[in-house]
């Protein structure tokens, strides 16, 4: 079971990026998926959860507007694209699975496995 994020990268300020997440070993379209990040020194932020079907997505506050969340389920990918991206926006960028449990999304003990980060830098 595995998930390995990539497309991180440095962006100036109201640039656009799309992160990827690559899944193998489980059942990808029969899972939930989400976006995570963490800034320098500061805990992690739940970003934007799909529904395994793709039909239903949520999103923080702070990225409501101008983040996209979408998944292939025969390609087994998971995509968050992200644009009007902002300073604040800096920050390791996270795939994890959600097997249920309850509709906190920011619930992080219910992610039962995690990627190893993808950098994203918004900075001129």
């Known amino acids: 079971v595995q998930l390995v994020e990539s497309g991180g990268d440095l962006v100036q300020p109201g640039g656009s990026l799309r992160l990827s997440c690559t899944a193998s070993?489980?059942?990808?379209?029969?899972?939930?998926m989400a976006w995570v990040r963490q800034a320098p020194g500061k805990g992690r932020e739940w970003v934007s959860l799909?529904?395994?079907?793709?039909?239903?997505?949520f999103y923080g506050d702070s990225v409501k507007g101008r983040f996209t969340i979408s998944r292939d389920n025969d390609k087994t990918m998971l995509y968050l694209q992200m644009n009007g991206l902002k300073p604040e926006d800096t920050a390791t960028y996270y795939c994890?699975?959600?097997?249920?449990?309850?509709?906190?999304?920011?619930?992080?003990?219910?992610?039962?496995?995690w990627g190893q980060g993808t950098q994203v830098t918004v900075s001129s």
């Open positions: 994890a699975r959600r097997p249920g449990g309850s509709s906190n999304w920011a619930s992080f003990g219910e992610y039962d496995v």
């Open positions: 070993g489980f059942k990808f379209s029969a899972f939930a």
């Open positions: 799909i529904y395994s079907g793709g039909d239903t997505t």
